[in-house]
């Protein structure tokens, strides 16, 4: 049976997820505490994985109760409540200094800082991780889960189920009270190709994706709503009308038309 199978959420954009038993949906589509911060420099150009492949060498931790975020380096360990003013000010200083960036860290509630600001959540089934992270000799589920970074993972549908939303006449789909409207296909950058870990890059991992990624392309997505093949994981669109709904691990997931009718 289709279900909701794994939430996670991104509490600062670039570090660590934080999976979730429960999440809401914010007023603006998106899953409570989803890169509800985010580093920016002096330009206002964000801190990321894209940028910079020192995110790697950094592990957090998030505490939504008290907005405490815990950082551990080889170095140091330490914890700051990016909440609070204060807190939030020792926190710039000392990931500046680790990022060896002008940065200040700054925080949105109401939609975060994702990187697709008028969509919401991505989704991907756990088939599909399990598919590809089978294309490599040494990438585990649990790794790809990691380099990939979705919202959203469906069990008990098939691999690259979640392509079918996008395209012409595509379906929507129901999570517990939830509509997904799909929106776009995730075109990847260069942060799934390292190691979560060590932030080493996979060899050919690009080359090898797209090769699979063609062979294994399923009949029931629209191939004109894919620009390319390397592509993994849908972004999705909640209505407003179902904003503020809560979204559970466990909501039975159903397949609805595109165009609800009364």
């Known amino acids: 049976m289709a279900h909701v199978d794994?939430?996670?959420?991104?509490?600062?954009?670039?570090?660590?997820?934080?999976?979730?038993?429960?999440?809401?949906?914010?007023?603006?589509?998106?899953?409570?505490?989803?890169r509800e911060f985010a580093m920016?420099?002096?330009?206002?150009?964000?801190?990321?994985?894209?940028?910079t492949?020192?995110?790697?060498?950094?592990?957090?931790?998030?505490?939504?109760?008290?907005g405490t975020l815990s950082?551990?380096?080889d170095d140091d360990s330490t914890s700051f409540e990016l909440r609070d003013e204060r807190g939030r000010s020792r926190a710039t200083e000392w990931l500046s200094a680790f990022f060896?960036?002008?940065?200040?860290?700054?925080?949105?509630?109401?939609?975060?800082?994702?990187?697709?600001?008028?969509?919401?959540?991505?989704v991907i089934s756990t088939a599909t991780l399990e598919t590809v992270a089978s294309w490599f000799d040494d990438v585990t589920v649990a790794g790809l889960r990691r380099r990939l970074r979705a919202n959203v993972e469906i069990g008990g549908v098939p691999a690259f189920w979640e392509d079918r939303f996008v395209g012409a006449d595509a379906p929507a789909f129901r999570a517990g009270g939830v509509r997904?409207?799909?929106?776009?296909?995730?075109?990847?950058?260069?942060?799934p190709q390292r190691d979560p870990d060590t932030g080493?890059?996979?060899?050919?991992?690009?080359?090898?994706?797209?090769?699979?990624?063609?062979?294994?392309?399923?009949?029931?997505?629209?191939?004109?709503?894919?620009?390319?093949?390397?592509?993994?994981m849908l972004i999705a669109r909640v209505p407003e009308a179902n904003r503020g709904s809560d979204l559970g691990v466990g909501d039975a997931v159903e397949v609805v038309p595109a165009v609800e009718t009364s």
């Open 53 to 66: 492949d020192r995110v790697h060498d950094i592990d957090t931790g998030y505490d939504p109760e008290t």
């Open 200 to 232: 080493e890059k996979t060899p050919e991992f690009r080359e090898q994706f797209i090769e699979r990624r063609q062979e294994t392309f399923p009949e029931w997505a629209d191939r004109d709503a894919f620009d390319h093949f390397y592509t993994l």
């Open 100 to 122: 060896d960036v002008d940065l200040t860290v700054e925080r949105d509630e109401t939609l975060g800082y994702v990187d697709r600001r008028e969509i919401g959540p991505s």
């Open 180 to 191: 997904f409207e799909g929106v776009t296909p995730c075109g990847r950058c260069v942060v």
């Open 6 to 34: 794994r939430l996670t959420v991104y509490p600062v954009k670039a570090l660590d997820g934080m999976d979730c038993e429960s999440v809401s949906i914010r007023p603006g589509g998106t899953l409570a505490h989803d």
């Open 40 to 51: 920016f420099d002096a330009d206002g150009d964000v801190i990321n994985g894209k940028r």
């Open 71 to 73: 950082v551990t380096t």
